[in-house]
Every structure is written in structure tokens, then in C-alpha cells.
């Protein structure tokens, strides 16, 4: 709903290397900028900024893109909120469009004004927390007696409501909010006498942010001995809050669990500040909540490693057998930590430094197999009906995960731990797979999906490994694209007439008189997309498509708009010796790759008719004239590749 006058203004204000430099320490490096990648530990610098161009390219991990896939994938940002991040950074203010009805107008603004207050009550709980004498007295005293220091409490904005049945509600509707609101907030209740009580009322506060770091609703601590009263409250579900969506501690631990490719999971609020705090920094809580699919795909877009901490209850960890195979459905690692008998997250963090805690997690973590196995074999207590029971329930969790390798490794665990033939366990398996688990053929599906997106493909044979030309003659023409599309070359005609034209130019005309077609969906949309330029009169080249919303057309073109090396300047102006620009050849690799391109094209036209000429119920006019095609099209090819200079 952002209008395209805003977003581009944005991309015209925003600065890649302002951006990437609030997270990345970065250094000249000739006409670029340099530093260690935010996705990964490295020594030697692979992320690279063009501030002339306005895009990133990290070698070490493949990514790339412009100032808002930065963002999207630095922050985990959608799209919207880059653009909204970035507005505020430059203070632009945000045009938005209209075309939509009124209903949907009123849910944002309705959604929008609940973001609002909700950020408002944080303000005012911390407030209270830091600078109300009873919330130093009680609900700071609290956090401290607890061992949470300053850093720690800023970090997550802890607070505090206070004992007055109505102090909030009081304090928002002199603020301007309405009742309406405040209860479907979830803050306070109103009763017809006007009497009004704050939900939170005497409780310590825990505010829960969204993936992108806005306040959605509150977890409560009571802190005084009530039977009655429940100990932790949560805000209710409403148009921002929904608690099988949200992490508790997510958007502070996200940045840590990419650069550490790990996320810890615990059950508790205090159980993440306490990590938090010990050095655990990419450690996240369900919240008190069985876990769910979304709370694991939240995971999952920072990580496939995830570790889950338990603190040796019997009854929970029971309970978490089922949060264990949806964890391993989503095809991620799960590894399992049962803490000592008498601990939890919290107590541990307390008692050990960072370094004992990190070695007790090296020495303790174990993967889902010896898990199960050692909360189930003491229950079968040499049973053999229970232990055939634990061994099902082990292949069971297996079946879930869609990697047939991984399936393999762990078949092969089990046979070793539990005494049990491969055989029997792989009949076990494919018994329960045919019975409705998971097919790898949607596995199949998506692997050809992937590997149809790659722009350098290669076919092995043996031990060799064969270029695909046709994708490498295909990468050079879009790469001609993004990098020189708005250059002008001379050439020549049919005539050897000299003629003017520029590289994108070029290339359509040759693409539409002879009706060629790039076998790569993400390359032919580009060429669609440069051949609407050209009707509008505008000449799309790299930077055109690094502003794309597709990230697939934004990281492509930031690698190829990028190079991982250049030629230093030194050789010039120390050495003497003048090194040629690309741009002085590009009127011959231009004119080299389409002949190239073309010669492909026949080539495989030729191919066609060749089969068709094996087809034994083809009428032998057809045949014959199938034979004519190919003297023709070998004749033509023939041509092509004497104008190449080509030996055949």
C-alpha cells in the first residue's frame, strides 16, 4: 500500500553503505567498500558495498541485493517494513495508495492504532518501572533480586504496572485513547458503573515485539501471593497479537542466531533474559505455549539449527515428544539439552559462567534419537512389548523428515543404539510412510524448482563435470544487460554498413526478428522486462533491476553487477601499463555472444529434427522434408560460425 512515488523517493534518499555500515564495520577498498559478512564468521573480508552503485554482494554466503534486501535480510524485514524502516531513518514521510476498499482501509487503521497504543503502554510500563517509587521499590527490586542487570532490563524494555486498580486505564483515556481500544488491547477492562481495572495491575511486565521489532501485547508477573490470581498473564489475542505466531525474545536474539546458524528454545520470559544475559544471545522462548508450526518457521527463516532446553520435568518433557517432530517435519536439526535434575534456564544461567554453560551444551546436547531412548527405555525396564513400542516411536519421528539421506544416517543410529537390524527398521519405515506420511515426491518437485533457478547449471557425467553452454551463453547475455545495457556500440549490418544502437537495443532487435527465447524463466523475465523499457523509452540495466521486488532479480543482478576482484588502479599509475576497461570490448562481446547464442539455438533446432527423422510412423514426405530443414540449418550454422572465425 505504499505508494511507488514513496518507494521511490526511498531508493533515490537511502544510501546502501549508511545502511550496511549500522551493522557492518566497513572499509575502502578502491571505488568499493569492504568488511566481514553479517551472515557468518569469517576472517577474511567476502561482503562487498558499491556505493556508485547502490547494491551489496556477500561472496560468502551467495546473498546480494540493494539497501532493502539488506534490510530484509539482516532484520528478517518483509518488504513493507524495510521500505517503513528506511522512511524513518531519512524522515520520509510515506504516501500510500487507495486502491483498496473501505472495509480493508478500516482493518489498518484499526490494526494501526492497536500497534500504537500498545507501544504507548510499554512507554508508560517502563516508565513506571524506572522512575515511580513503587515500581523502583517493587518491580525493579524484583528484576535485581532475580540478577538481571541494567543491560539486560534496557534491552527488553521490562516494566511495571502499579498497584492502583485503574492507574493505566486512567492515563490512556486522558491520553486519547478510547475504551473500545484499550479492551481490545487487552489492558483494561470497563464496567458500566465507569469503574475501570487494569489487566496488568501489580505485575511485573515483559513486552512481546513482532519479527520486526513492534510491541504486539504483554506477558505479567504477578509478584504478591494470590491463590486466586494467575501467576504470568498474557495480553489476549487480537489484530496484532497472536500467540502461536510470536517468540518471546525473537527480535532480540535474531541478528545472533543467523551469525551463530543456532537458535536455543526455552519454555519461560526469564529463561531468555537469563541466557541472554549469560552470553546465549540467540535464545528465544515459546512462552509457556505447546509449540506450534509458525513459531518453528519463525526458526527457521534465521535457522536450521535449533536446540531445545528442557529442565529434566518428566511430565514435560514427555509433552515435548510431539513439538520435537513437528520441528524435525519443517526438515530442520533439532538437538535436545535436559538440564540437571533441580534446574532450569534461568537457575543454570545464574549459577555457571558463559564458558561452563557452553561446554555443558557441547557435552549435553544430544540429537532426538538418544533422547527418546533415554526418557523411554527406563519406562520399558527390559519389556520387550515397550521396547518394541520406543523403537516405533524412535522410526515414527524419523518417517517425519522429508531428507531421505537424513532418514538413512538416523535409521543407522537407531540399528546401532537399540540392538535392531536396518532392514526391520526400513521395513518399519516404509510401512508408516506408505500409511500416510510424508512422500519424498514433493521433495522431487522442489528440487527440480531449485535447480531450474540457477543460473549456471551443469550436467556431471562419470567423474567429469560438463558446462551447460547454452546457461553459460545465457548468463553472459543478461550479464551484458545489468552491467553495459545502457551503453552505445557501433556495428555492423547485413551491408557492413556502420550503425549506432545500444547493448539492450542490440540485443531485443536480434531476440525479435528471429524469435529466440532463453530457456532460464528468471532470464526471460528480465528480457521481458528490458523489452517494456524499450516501448517506454527507458534503458533497464542493473540498477533498474537491483530495485526490483523480486529478491530472486535483485540478488542476480548484484551479482552480476558485482565482481568479487578488480584490476588495481597501480598498474597504471605506478607500473605504466594500461589495462583495458570492459566496457572497450563490449561491442564485440556483444556481437560474439548472440552468434554464439543463435549457433546454440539452431543447434538444438537441428537436434529436434534429427529424432524426428528416427520416428518410423512419420509419412516419408515429412521425413524428407524434415532432412531439408537440417542441410539447411547445418548450412546456416556453418555461416554463423565463420563469422565466430570457428574451425569446424
Same mark, same amino acid.
Given at each position: ?394 522410526? @515414527? ?183 583495458? @576497461? ?67
Amino acid at each position: 500500500m505504499i505508494s511507488q512515488r514513496t518507494i521511490d523517493i526511498i531508493f533515490e534518499t537511502a544510501r546502501v553503505e549508511e545502511v550496511v555500515g549500522d551493522f557492518v564495520n566497513l572499509k575502502r577498498a578502491g571505488s568499493s567498500l569492504k568488511g566481514l559478512s553479517p551472515f557468518g564468521n569469517e576472517k577474511t573480508p567476502s561482503f562487498v558495498v558499491s556505493p556508485a552503485k547502490q547494491i551489496w554482494k556477500d561472496f560468502s554466503s551467495g546473498r546480494g541485493g540493494n539497501v532493502v534486501t539488506f534490510l530484509m535480510e539482516v532484520e528478517q524485514f518483509t518488504y513493507p517494513e524495510a521500505l517503513r524502516w528506511l522512511a524513518k531513518r531519512y524522515n520520509i514521510e510515506i504516501e500510500e495508495d487507495v486502491e483498496y476498499n473501505f472495509e480493508q482501509q478500516q482493518e489498518e487503521k484499526e490494526r494501526e492504532s492497536l500497534y500504537i497504543l500498545t507501544d504507548f503502554a510499554k512507554k508508560y510500563f517502563t516508565n513506571q518501572l524506572h522512575n515511580s517509587e513503587e515500581g523502583n521499590l517493587i518491580g525493579l527490586s524484583y528484576f535485581r533480586e532475580r540478577g538481571f542487570t541494567k543491560e539486560i532490563i534496557d534491552k527488553f524494555e521490562l516494566g511495571y504496572s502499579p498497584k492502583q486498580w485503574d492507574a493505566f486505564a486512567e492515563h490512556a483515556l486522558k491520553s486519547g485513547y478510547s475504551k473500545e481500544l484499550i479492551e481490545e488491547a487487552g489492558l483494561a477492562t470497563f464496567k458500566e458503573d465507569d469503574k475501570k481495572y487494569d489487566k496488568f495491575r501489580e505485575r511485573v511486565i515483559f513486552p512481546i515485539y513482532s519479527f520486526s521489532g513492534r510491541t504486539l501485547g504483554f506477558g505479567g508477573r504477578i509478584l504478591r501471593n494470590d491463590v486466586k490470581a494467575a501467576k504470568y498473564l498474557n495480553s489476549p489475542e487480537n489484530k496484532i497479537y497472536h500467540k502461536s505466531k510470536t517468540l518471546y525474545g525473537l527480535f532480540q536474539a535474531k541478528q545472533q542466531i543467523i551469525k551463530a546458524d543456532q537458535c536455543f528454545l526455552v519454555e519461560g520470559y526469564t529463561d531468555v533474559l537469563a541466557l541472554h544475559q549469560a552470553g546465549l544471545q540467540n535464545t528465544v522462548a515459546s512462552s509457556g505455549t505447546a509449540l506450534t508450526n509458525e513459531q518453528i518457521r519463525l526458526i527457521k527463516r534465521l535457522t536450521e539449527n535449533i536446540t531445545v532446553m528442557y529442565d529434566g520435568d518428566n511430565a514435560g518433557i514427555k509433552a515435548s515428544f510431539r513439538g520435537i517432530d513437528m520441528i524435525l517435519e519443517q526438515e530442520m536439526n533439532v538437538k535436545v539439552l535436559l538440564l540437571p535434575e533441580g534446574e532450569d534456564p534461568d537457575s543454570f544461567a545464574k549459577k555457571h559462567s558463559s564458558s561452563e554453560i557452553e561446554n555443558y551444551i557441547k557435552e549435553n546436547a544430544t540429537d532426538f534419537i538418544r533422547f527418546k531412548v533415554n526418557v523411554l527405555l527406563e519406562e520399558a525396564n527390559n519389556d520387550p512389548i515397550k521396547k518394541a513400542e520406543l523403537i516405533r516411536e524412535i522410526v @515414527k519421528s524419523i518417517s517425519l523428515i522429508p531428507n531421505i539421506i537424513k532418514q538413512e544416517v538416523y535409521i543407522a543410529e537407531t540399528s546401532k543404539i537399540m540392538g535392531i537390524r536396518e532392514e526391520v527398521l526400513f521395513k518399519e519405515l516404509a510401512q508408516l510412510q506408505k500409511s500416510g506420511n510424508k512422500s519424498s515426491e514433493s521433495n522431487s518437485h522442489i528440487t527440480d524448482k531449485a535447480r531450474q533457478k540457477q543460473p549456471n547449471i551443469s550436467i556431471v557425467t562419470g567423474n567429469k563435470e560438463v558446462i551447460n553452454v547454452q546457461q553459460t551463453v545465457e548468463t553472459e547475455i543478461i550479464k551484458l544487460i545489468m552491467q553495459n545495457g545502457d551503453l552505445e556500440v557501433e556495428l555492423k549490418n547485413e551491408n557492413n554498413e556502420l550503425y549506432k544502437t545500444t547493448v539492450n537495443e542490440e540485443i531485443i532487435s536480434q531476440f525479435d526478428e528471429n524469435e529466440l527465447k532463453l530457456s532460464n524463466p528468471l532470464y526471460q523475465l528480465i528480457l521481458e522486462d528490458v523489452k517494456n523499457g524499450l516501448e517506454k523509452d527507458e534503458l533497464r540495466t542493473g540498477i533498474f533491476f537491483s530495485r526490483s521486488i523480486n529478491p530472486e532479480v535483485v540478488n542476480l543482478a548484484s551479482e552480476m553487477m558485482i565482481e568479487k576482484y578488480n584490476l588495481s588502479e597501480n598498474w597504471t599509475t605506478k607500473q605504466g601499463i594500461h589495462i583495458k @576497461k570492459k566496457e572497450e570490448f563490449v561491442h564485440k562481446d556483444l556481437f560474439d555472444v548472440l552468434l554464439r547464442f543463435k549457433i546454440i539455438y539452431i543447434d538444438n533446432f537441428i537436434k529436434d529434427l534429427m529424432n524426428k527423422t528416427k520416428n518410423t510412423e512419420l509419412p516419408p514426405e515429412e521425413i524428407r522434408q524434415a532432412l531439408q530443414q537440417i542441410i539447411h540449418f547445418t548450412g546456416l550454422k556453418n555461416i554463423l560460425n565463420e563469422h565466430l572465425n570457428r574451425v569446424i
